[in-house]
């Protein structure tokens, strides 16, 4: 099983980005699903999740600029990240809990990152 995760670049500060994080592999079933970030210097922190029902949770940081999305479908994660600011800037790393086909348990898995960058 690989996280893929795609979207991050460089953007003004109140722009905006979408982020991708695409599962592969011998996938039954994904349940929990979340964005966290990372800033040089600073320790990794949540973002956003979704469990599997569907509801989100949003760091107070983000809240009513980010949205979180999964297309269970595509077994698909996204992050809409709206009104950027420069303190947005960190490497974002997606993280899901998945069962395996013929598991007895899930197990969790981060992607590889992607830099968002916001600077004028």
């Known amino acids: 099983v690989q996280l893929q995760a795609s979207g991050g670049g460089l953007v003004q500060p109140g722009g905006s980005l979408r982020l991708a994080c695409a599962a592969s592999g011998s996938i039954f079933r994904i349940a929990n699903l979340g964005w966290y970030r990372q800033a040089p210097g600073k320790q990794r922190e949540l973002v956003a999740t979704?469990?599997?029902?569907?509801?989100?949770h949003y760091a107070d940081f983000v809240k009513g600029r980010f949205t979180i999305r999964r297309d269970n479908a595509k077994n698909t994660l996204y992050l809409q990240m709206n009104s950027l600011k420069p303190e947005d800037a960190a490497v974002y790393y997606c993280n899901a809990d998945i069962w395996k086909y013929g598991s007895t348990g899930h197990s969790n898995y981060w992607g590889q990152g992607t830099q968002v960058t916001v600077s004028s």
């Open positions: 979704m469990v599997s029902g569907g509801s989100a």
